[in-house]
């Protein structure tokens, strides 16, 4: 089992390595960052939020929908390990949630009720720059060991200096800015998946994976092919089509 | 707690308890007043399709020059909305500033010496802009212009109910702090329904945004409550309900 670790964490490090080398689109990058750490490391889930520029989180990326919630829950309520990773820039870790109840008397219960037993936080940082959190969720009691520790935060490192294209950016204003791009690339990325889902009466999971394919048969950014479909420069239907025909001709 | 953290909160906390969306925009304008070193404040609403005008204010003479960009058809606000950025006039009487002849005059006759427009945008269309005017000209503060940049987030709620006219305002739903309302709408499921509203209906992003909060509060549920029920297609998008015009009589046709 270790062998095969070993060799899906180097190939998360290459594929990372890679899309920072090829040009690559950051949502993308973040959704596979999440699924990376459910994979590779000791928890269940992963969830990443990432600050605008007044210092406001907003969920980037999950890989459950369980975890999303959670994300969302610790904004809407404002507690929770990953805001106070964010604000102390430094990491939380939580081995039991049931002793946690007086330090988030809302979050420790309803992380419970889903579930989870555990929870790790990891900030987001580039130089003295927090960007964000990475939650990771676990269903049994404990706390992480240190080589997954070091690992989520060598996978959080490498998400975060991707997040910042110009690793020159010493100016707060251009980091802010980049995020921003990224936070309203997701925002669009959601909207163009909606639009599929209605006209091709898919499920959002399938609507992702028709875009994204529409994206890399062209050679196109994921972010560029979702803008494209919600200023309506690119028919949905020709998205759809696309699908339909890769489909077929793999039957 | 941090100064800005107190006037985030005060921001929000200044529209809870109105009871209109015109009120609210009233109140945010005031608040701007009290806490940002600034002499007047007005919310305007610039959306192609939708009706365009001046909605709140901190008095009348705030809404009378903001209105004054409508009549004449240029400034700092209409500026803002067009490049989505903030538009910031430290000193109208500058010779140089010869962007709105017409605008710029009668606002210096009124006393005010400084205009800032700030975009009021919702995901990712611009909606409207808040303007904040000085009597004395120069530079806002970092606080204020920190302050001012949290108030414009905070007036996309009520311009986006007066985008949907005549959907009641809801007062169990507005009675929320602000902050969660704008989180209500800054979701996943949100941005889905809407892209899928926007694939059924044939609208923009915004418009689809403004027909799933006004379906929101004419069944009583949060916004998020309602995106999920679009996402999971336990809410059709086929019926007339959708089909018609916020707040005007089901036309019934597309």
Same mark, same amino acid.
């Given at each position: 089992?270790?062998?095969?670790?070993?060799?899906?964490?180097? +190939?998360?490090?290459?594929?990372?390595?890679?899309?920072?080398?090829?040009?690559?689109?950051?949502?993308?990058?973040?959704?596979?960052? &999440?699924?990376?750490?459910? +994979? @590779?490391?000791?928890? !269940?889930?992963?969830?990443?939020?990432l600050a605008d520029a007044r210092g406001v989180l907003h969920i980037m990326a999950a890989s459950s929908e369980q975890t999303r919630q959670l994300e969302v829950f610790q904004l809407q309520r404002d507690e929770g390990p990953c805001?106070e990773c964010y604000r102390d820039g430094t990491a939380v870790s939580v081995a039991n949630l049931d002793e946690a109840t007086d330090r988030w008397p809302q979050f420790a219960p309803a992380a419970r009720s889903m579930g989870f037993?555990?929870?790790?936080? @990891?900030?987001?940082?580039?130089?003295?720059?927090?960007?964000?959190?990475?939650?990771?969720?676990? &269903?049994?009691?404990?706390?992480?060991?240190?080589?997954?520790?070091?690992?989520?935060?060598? @996978? !959080?490192?490498?998400?975060?200096?991707?997040?910042?294209?110009?690793?020159?950016?010493?100016?707060?204003?251009?980091?802010?800015?980049?995020?921003?791009?990224?936070?309203?690339?997701?925002?669009?990325?959601?909207?163009?998946?909606?639009?599929?889902?209605?006209?091709?009466? @898919?499920?959002?999971?399938?609507?992702? &994976?028709?875009? +994204?394919?529409?994206?890399?048969?062209?050679?196109?950014?994921? &972010?560029?092919?979702?803008?494209?479909?919600?200023?309506?420069?690119?028919?949905?239907?020709?998205?759809?089509?696309?699908?339909?025909? +890769?489909?077929?001709?793999?039957? | 707690?941090?100064?800005?953290?107190?006037?985030?909160?005060?921001?929000?906390?200044?529209?809870?308890?109105?009871?209109?969306?015109?009120?609210?925009?009233?109140?945010? #304008?005031?608040?701007?007043? /009290?806490?940002?070193?600034?002499?007047?404040?007005?919310?305007?609403?610039?959306?192609?399709?939708?009706?365009?005008?001046? =909605?709140?204010?901190?008095?009348?003479?705030?809404?009378?020059?903001?209105?004054?960009?409508?009549?004449?058809?240029?400034?700092? #606000?209409?500026?803002?909305?067009?490049?989505?950025?903030?538009?910031?006039?430290? %000193?109208?009487?500058?010779?140089?500033?010869?962007?709105?002849?017409? =605008?710029?005059?009668?606002?210096?006759?009124?006393?005010?010496?400084?205009? =800032?427009?700030?975009? *009021?945008?919702?995901?990712?269309?611009?909606?409207?802009?808040?303007?904040?005017? #000085?009597?004395?000209?120069?530079?806002?503060?970092?606080?204020?212009?920190? $302050? $001012?940049?949290?108030?414009? /987030?905070?007036?996309?709620?009520?311009?986006?109910?007066?985008?949907?006219a005549g959907v009641a305002w809801d007062s169990a739903g507005q009675s929320d702090h602000g902050w969660q309302q704008l989180a209500s709408l800054a979701r996943v499921e949100v941005y889905q329904a809407t892209g899928m509203i926007?694939?059924?209906?044939?609208?923009?992003?915004? %418009?689809?945004? *403004?027909?799933?909060?006004?379906?929101? =509060?004419?069944?009583?549920?949060?916004?998020?409550?309602?995106?999920?029920?679009?996402?999971?297609?336990?809410?059709?998008?086929?019926?007339?309900?959708?089909?018609? /015009?916020?707040?005007?009589?089901?036309?019934?046709?597309?």
């Amino acid at each position: 089992m270790t062998g095969t670790r070993e060799a899906e964490v180097a +190939r998360s490090f290459v594929t990372l390595a890679s899309s920072l080398a090829n040009g690559y689109d950051v949502v993308e990058l973040l959704d596979e960052l &999440t699924t990376d750490c459910a +994979r @590779l490391l000791d928890v !269940a889930s992963a969830g990443l939020l990432l600050a605008d520029a007044r210092g406001v989180l907003h969920i980037m990326a999950a890989s459950s929908e369980q975890t999303r919630q959670l994300e969302v829950f610790q904004l809407q309520r404002d507690e929770g390990p990953c805001l106070e990773c964010y604000r102390d820039g430094t990491a939380v870790s939580v081995a039991n949630l049931d002793e946690a109840t007086d330090r988030w008397p809302q979050f420790a219960p309803a992380a419970r009720s889903m579930g989870f037993a555990s929870v790790h936080a @990891l900030p987001m940082r580039l130089r003295d720059n927090v960007l964000g959190a990475l939650g990771l969720f676990g &269903t049994e009691v404990g706390a992480l060991n240190d080589d997954d520790l070091a690992l989520g935060q060598a @996978l !959080a490192d490498v998400a975060s200096v991707a997040l910042v294209q110009d690793k020159a950016a010493a100016d707060k204003a251009i980091v802010n800015e980049q995020l921003q791009t990224a936070l309203t690339s997701r925002v669009t990325l959601e909207q163009a998946k909606g639009v599929l889902a209605q006209l091709g009466a @898919l499920e959002m999971t399938q609507a992702f &994976t028709v875009l +994204r394919n529409y994206a890399r048969d062209h050679n196109l950014r994921l &972010t560029e092919v979702a803008q494209a479909v919600v200023a309506r420069s690119l028919p949905a239907q020709q998205v759809l089509d696309h699908a339909r025909s +890769r489909g077929s001709s793999r039957a | 707690m941090s100064g800005l953290d107190q006037l985030r909160r005060d921001l929000g906390a200044a529209m809870s308890g109105a009871d209109s969306a015109l009120a609210a925009a009233d109140r945010l #304008c005031q608040a701007c007043v /009290e806490l940002l070193e600034v002499d007047g404040a007005a919310v305007s609403l610039v959306h192609a399709g939708s009706s365009q005008g001046t =909605f709140g204010s901190s008095g009348e003479l705030s809404r009378r020059l903001d209105a004054l960009q409508f009549t004449f058809g240029e400034g700092p #606000c209409l500026d803002s909305v067009r490049d989505r950025t903030p538009v910031l006039v430290a %000193d109208l009487a500058d010779p140089t500033e010869q962007r709105w002849p017409a =605008f710029r005059g009668a606002v210096l006759e009124s006393g005010i010496n400084a205009v =800032f427009a700030l975009p *009021v945008a919702i995901e990712t269309s611009p909606i409207g802009a808040l303007d904040l005017f #000085c009597n004395r000209s120069g530079a806002l503060t970092a606080q204020s212009m920190s $302050g $001012g940049l949290l108030a414009a /987030e905070l007036a996309a709620l009520p311009l986006l109910d007066l985008m949907a006219a005549g959907v009641a305002w809801d007062s169990a739903g507005q009675s929320d702090h602000g902050w969660q309302q704008l989180a209500s709408l800054a979701r996943v499921e949100v941005y889905q329904a809407t892209g899928m509203i926007m694939a059924a209906l044939d609208i923009s992003p915004t %418009d689809a945004l *403004v027909r799933l909060r006004a379906h929101a =509060f004419a069944y009583g549920m949060t916004a998020s409550e309602a995106a999920w029920a679009v996402v999971e297609r336990r809410l059709s998008l086929d019926s007339d309900d959708w089909r018609s /015009e916020p707040g005007q009589p089901s036309a019934g046709s597309r």
